[in-house]
């Protein structure tokens, strides 16, 4: 019985060494073949819950760099257009009427109402009225000048301004501001 109890110590205590080249694996258990089935399941749902996590946070963020874009081109979009009002503010003209020589009468030969009930008509900026004697005496406004009936006209400018609310002196609006606006036909046509 010696024989047999010293084979069971030489089991117990000792290891026997494999050749992983000699050593043919054995076959996984079913146990084992699960095991190792449900652990990969496991990594595909997790890898799956990832990458749909990371897609939920790419499109948070997409959706707040557009919402901080928009709000920033709508900021900007406000400047653009308070800018635009402070450039846009039409400036304040005072228009009188002159014969060809620059010589300042009254803002009646340069109304469109008068020169219409006179006979006359517009033409290139000028005005065209008959005169008693024949032919036609020729009026336009001067746009900022200043003087007084009977005297040369003092600075300004034949061109109408463009951005500008004009009126005469005796207060007719011969174009309302901003961008050229104009009331009346004379206030269309001519002055340029």
Do not use: C, D, W
């Given at each position: 019985m010696t024989d047999n109890n010293e084979k069971d110590?030489?089991?117990?205590?000792?290891?026997?060494?494999?050749d992983p080249e000699t050593t043919t694996p054995r076959e996984p258990t079913l146990a084992e073949k699960r095991a190792r089935m449900k652990a990969i399941e496991e990594n595909?749902?997790?890898?799956?819950?990832?990458?749909?996590?990371r897609e939920e946070a790419e499109?948070?963020?997409?959706?707040?760099?557009?919402?901080?874009?928009?709000?920033?081109?709508?900021?900007?979009?406000?400047?653009?257009?308070a800018a635009w009002y402070v450039v846009a503010m039409p400036e304040e003209v005072t228009a009188v009427c002159t014969t060809p020589d620059g010589t300042i009468v009254d803002d009646d030969y340069c109304d469109d109402r008068y020169v219409?009930?006179?006979g006359g008509y517009h033409s290139g900026g000028w005005v065209f009225?008959?005169?008693?004697?024949?032919?036609?005496?020729?009026?336009r406004y001067n746009y900022g000048g200043t003087g007084t009936v009977g005297q040369k006209v003092s600075g300004g400018t034949y061109t109408?301004?463009?951005?500008?609310?004009?009126?005469?002196?005796?207060?007719?609006?011969?174009?309302?501001?901003?961008?050229?606006?104009?009331?009346?036909?004379?206030?269309?046509?001519?002055?340029?």
């Open positions: 110590e030489e089991r117990r205590g000792s290891m026997r060494f494999q595909q749902r997790r890898a799956e819950e990832e990458r749909r996590r499109a948070k963020a997409r959706t707040r760099r557009k919402v901080l874009a928009g709000g920033g081109v709508t900021l900007g979009l406000v400047g653009l257009v219409s009930s006179h009225i008959p005169s008693p004697g024949g032919g036609y005496q020729q009026y109408r301004p463009a951005n500008a609310s004009i009126s005469t002196k005796s207060g007719t609006t011969i174009q309302r501001g901003g961008f050229g606006i104009s009331g009346g036909s004379f206030g269309k046509g001519g002055g340029s």
